[in-house]
């Protein structure tokens, strides 16, 4: 045998023709420990604290004594500009009821009173920073100067990509959690996978959707809603949408404890659905590699070929013509 025939024929085998078993894989899957565990912990203390911290500053920067306005303020002014925009075109009467039906309105929400300023107390700041931090926006609290608008796009910045990181981050973990309890109650199959995603489904619906309606409906409905307004109000929470018609009272019972639960619940609530996402992209992945396996074999690649030959135009032509 000469020098040139010395090689082994492993030496000389493409990456593709190593067996599978002999395959590493160099993708290292997540898993949580406690240490890491007790960060993302610690984390949502600091996130909640976060928004107490940006309500507070909300209350110093809003609740300046020139802006800090009431509804007699309100009505005061109201009167006086009806007394000079409209002296000559109604009388003493008209001016008293036109005053009585837009006060009551007013008090009634039925007008807009953006401009007159919220109560910045620390409920309904809070109520701010954790709307912008979630990106709901319900726009029932919104900052009126200056300041508080440059504060919010600030805050923005900051809040809303630690929302987004602090979310994945514990659906990643209550992914892994997932599928590790699915593998020891069920075994480790196909069926695992769908499992998984099904009873995280399951068990977010209950704990995130159903649970707080429930408890919006019967323990803090302060605002006489239904059960679908309740439900209502808890998806559009939930999923971010937003649209402000239907909003947690910050003034309930409860007061900042219970806008500090509508937070971690409302991150958890998120996390739910990052781990739904998590688990289907892992199911996804794994059958795309599953058929991509499958194709790549020598077998099924010539049989393709075949079939393709067979069915090529030129072929049957070539055949006929012979």
């Known amino acids: 045998m000469s020098a040139e025939d010395t090689t082994s024929p492993t030496d000389v085998l493409k990456p593709d023709d190593v067996p599978e078993n002999e395959c590493v894989d160099k993708k290292k899957k997540f898993v949580p420990t406690f240490k890491g565990n007790i960060k993302v912990l610690v984390a949502l203390v600091f996130y909640v604290l976060l928004n107490i911290l940006a309500a507070y500053l909300f209350v110093l920067i809003e609740k300046h004594p020139d802006n800090n306005y009431t509804d007699e303020w ?17 009388s003493t009467e008209d001016r ?24 910045w107390s620390l409920n309904n700041a ?9 990106t709901i926006g319900y726009g029932t609290v919104v900052p009126n100067t200056a300041g508080g608008k440059v504060f919010s796009l600030t805050f923005a910045f900051i809040s809303i990509p ?31 996978k769908y499992i998984g995603v099904l009873v995280t489904f399951l068990l977010g619906l209950i704990l995130y959707v159903i649970m707080p309606t429930m408890l919006l409906r019967f323990v803090g409905n302060e605002e006489n809603w239904d059960f679908l307004d309740c439900l209502y109000c808890v998806i559009i929470t939930l999923t971010t949408i937003g649209f402000g018609d239907y909003v947690p009272d910050p003034s309930s019972h409860g007061g900042i404890f219970t806008t500090m639960t509508v937070i971690i619940w409302v991150v958890a609530g998120l996390a739910w659905f990052a781990t739904i996402i998590n688990l ?15 194709v790549s074999k020598p077998s099924n690649l010539k049989l393709a070929r075949r079939t393709f030959r067979s069915k090529s135009p030129t072929t049957s032509t070539k055949y006929t013509d012979n």
């Open 74 to 90: 309100f009505i005061f002014n109201l009167e006086k500009k009806l007394l000079s925009s409209h002296n000559n075109c109604l």
């Open 96 to 119: 008293r009821f036109l005053l009585k039906e837009v006060v009551m309105a007013y008090k009634a929400h039925l007008v807009n009173n953006s401009h007159s300023h919220p109560d």
């Open 126 to 134: 809070l109520l701010l920073s954790f709307s912008i931090a979630s």
């Open 162 to 192: 630690f929302t987004g990181l602090l979310a994945a981050k514990m659906g990643a973990i209550l992914a892994y959690y997932v599928k590790k309890s699915c593998r020891s109650i069920f075994g480790s199959s196909h069926r695992t």
């Open 280 to 294: 289907i992209g892992n199911v996804l992945s794994k059958r795309a590699k599953e058929i991509e396996r499958k």
